[in-house]
């Protein structure tokens, strides 16, 4: 059974930082993303990695303090959220496809960020920034 168990969430005051981590079941996830959804907003993409080229994509929200990551090796993913700040709250979710997603634009080529292009999900972990 495919499963995806994401872990790091809490409390923390803006300008501060969490780590999330996501183990996966299984290392057949060629692209794997976090996503977040905050109360009474629609799930947006924040950042996903494909395995064999290790190609990232940032959502423009978070680029330049989040840093997305995964050791293939532990089945696991992580994202390193630095100077957080209020908007930041949300439920994270992790996701994973069971196949390469791609996002090409003026002959560049990135994981996708389409929610659309993803398989699985896990069950979320909370994020909190206060004052």
């Known amino acids: 059974q495919v499963q995806l168990v994401e872990s790091g969430g809490g409390s923390v005051q803006a300008g501060g930082s969490l780590r999330l981590s996501c183990a996966a079941s299984?290392?057949?996830?060629?692209?794997m993303g976090w996503f977040r959804q905050a109360p009474g907003k629609e799930r947006e993409g924040v950042a996903a990695?494909?395995?064999?080229?290790?190609?990232?994509t940032y959502s423009d929200s978070v680029k330049g303090r989040f840093t997305i990551s995964r050791d293939n090796a532990k089945n696991t993913m992580y994202l390193q959220m630095n100077s957080l700040k209020l908007e930041d709250t949300a439920m994270y979710f992790c996701?994973?496809?069971?196949?390469?997603?791609?996002?090409?634009?003026?002959?560049?080529?990135?994981?996708?960020?389409?929610?659309?292009?993803?398989?699985?999900w896990g069950q979320g972990t909370q994020v909190t920034v206060s004052s």
């Open positions: 299984t290392y057949a996830y060629w692209t």
């Open positions: 996701a994973a496809a069971g196949g390469v997603r791609t996002f090409c634009s003026g002959g560049v080529c990135s994981a996708s960020l389409k929610e659309s292009d993803f398989d699985y």
């Open positions: 990695v494909n395995r064999g080229s290790g190609t990232t």
